[in-house]
């Protein structure tokens, strides 16, 4: 069977030992969500957590959308995309991006969004391929004291 994909509805240990896991691989300047906090992140009405479980059943990636109103309509942003590096290449980011996506458009979001580094050649490409385009726009931020 191939992946699959899933929305996750409880914290289970398999799914803190998954982002445990996973995080690591995308950043390395934050550290995985303990339990209580997935807790919350599972469930928020604002973010739908995506599973992908890999042919031997173990979550081989995860991405979260956030879906928000503002006073122009509903907004849909799409963060912390990761496919372990063991099972990248096999279509699981499509997956879960294209599930997201779904999600997005059934909320009644007129358009996703999303940020990608440079760096990150292959997510890009899939982003492209998916019908992402690039907004001529700037992104800000402001790092505020934990």
């Known amino acids: ?64 959308l956030c879906t928000f109103r503002i006073p122009t ?20 980011g499509k997956m879960l991006t294209q599930a997201a996506v779904d999600e997005a458009r059934r909320r009644g979001a007129r358009t996703v969004d999303l940020t990608s580094r440079p760096s990150r050649e292959a997510a890009n490409r899939l982003y492209r391929s998916l019908g992402f385009e690039p907004r001529n726009t700037n992104v800000y931020r402001l790092e505020l004291e934990r």
């Open 73 to 92: 309509g509903i907004r849909a942003w799409i963060e912390d995309v990761v496919v372990d590096d063991a099972a990248r290449g096999q279509g699981i």
């Open 1 to 64: 069977m191939p992946a699959t994909v899933e929305v996750a509805t409880k914290v289970t240990p398999e799914l803190v030992d998954a982002f445990g896991r996973l995080i690591p691989q995308l950043s390395s300047s934050n550290p995985p969500p303990p339990e209580a906090e997935l807790a919350e992140l599972v469930a928020s009405a604002a973010t739908t957590v995506f599973l992908a479980r890999a042919e031997d059943g173990t979550v081989a990636g995860t991405l979260t």
